[in-house]
């Protein structure tokens, strides 16, 4: 599905069109001369600047929002897939899968401040709120916790597989990792930079996205096999609710304001989902293009990100920007 169609079909499901779409495709943004698979992205919300992570192009491109133009393209980097913006430094840090390094550059003017070798496979990325630390999932089993000062990096958690999204609670001193390869969820304590434990969800497996809402105490998991959303209570791993989603999910996001969760799928989707007193139910599936797996939710900005990798009929990579509705 080319960019344009999408435009013209910002359709949810039958049963929702009568009260509009869920998510309204306010604008475009294109990413030119951008080839291969787009991975996660980041965002300066002070400075108006969104950071994509261009796995296929061995690229970072900055985002001007207001103007809709890519103001800088970070070239020669090694399939590049987590990316974070540290606003109190300034920072952009991208984690390379290709040759494992972490790098951190000056968001100003791109220069680079420090690179930490991990080895292998450097994937997602996050920071915590309270110490500033930046936390890589990487190689056949690490969770890398690196000082933004040195650019080093300090300790390792090691895990039973490949961490994919993971998530910090600043609330209970805890992390939540998909480790799909183990087929569980990592929960380590950040006090004694241990697992503590590893919850299992039977007859769900390969899972990749995650979101956290740390006030409610509510994990949301989404599988690939069979492709579910299921929501745990954090405390205890418990899943208190399921619904089958969208194929190839990579991203899912909690929108507090609605009750929402939204989660991004490869099959050319996004599955805007209801939380309710008696489970879930889905608003609206809403189309976008294929191989658009990841995503980002910038409650403060009210916006939903999508990043459209290039498909194979001429169309081009973008960033297609949503508005929740109502």
């Not at 296929?56 to 020669?76: A, C």
């Not at 105490?217 to 405390?235: C, H, I, M, Q, T």
């Amino acid at each position: 599905m080319t960019v344009g169609l999408i435009a013209a079909m910002h359709l949810c499901s039958a049963g929702t069109a009568a009260a509009g779409p869920p998510l309204i495709l306010e604008r475009t943004i294109p990413l030119e001369n951008v080839r291969g698979r787009i991975d996660h992205m980041a965002i300066d919300r002070v400075g108006g600047r969104l950071f994509v992570a261009e796995l296929g192009n061995d690229s970072v491109d900055v985002v001007d929002l207001q103007t809709g133009k890519v103001l800088h393209r970070v070239n020669g980097l090694k399939e590049p897939q987590g990316v974070a913006y540290l606003a109190d430094r300034d920072v952009i840090v991208v984690a390379d899968g290709g040759d494992g390094s972490v790098r951190f550059l000056h968001a100003g003017d791109l220069s680079s401040l420090g690179t930490a070798a991990l080895g292998n496979d450097a994937d997602n990325v996050r920071t915590d709120p309270y110490s500033g630390q930046v936390f890589v999932g990487y190689g056949d089993g690490g969770l890398a916790i690196l000082d933004p000062a040195t650019q080093t990096k300090l300790e390792d958690i090691r895990l039973a597989g490949h961490p994919e999204s993971f998530q910090i609670d600043a609330k209970t001193d805890r992390v939540f990792a998909n480790v799909p390869d183990a087929g569980q969820i990592a929960v380590i304590d950040l006090k004694s930079r241990r697992q503590a434990a590893a919850l299992k969800t039977p007859g769900l497996a390969a899972n990749f996205p995650m979101a956290l809402d740390s006030a409610g105490g509510r994990l949301a998991v989404v599988f690939r096999s069979p492709a579910k959303l299921a929501l745990l209570d954090a405390a205890t791993g418990t899943v208190t609710a399921s619904l089958a989603t969208c194929g190839d999910a990579d991203d899912v996001f909690f929108d507090g304001k609605r009750d929402r969760i939204y989660v991004s799928c490869g099959d050319g989707a996004i599955d805007v989902v209801q939380r309710r007193p008696d489970g879930l139910g889905l608003v609206g599936r809403v189309p976008t293009s294929n191989g658009a797996r990841t995503s980002l939710f910038v409650p403060e900005l009210d916006r939903l990100f999508v990043a459209v990798r290039a498909g194979w009929f001429a169309s081009k990579a973008a960033i297609l920007v949503f508005r929740p509705s109502p």
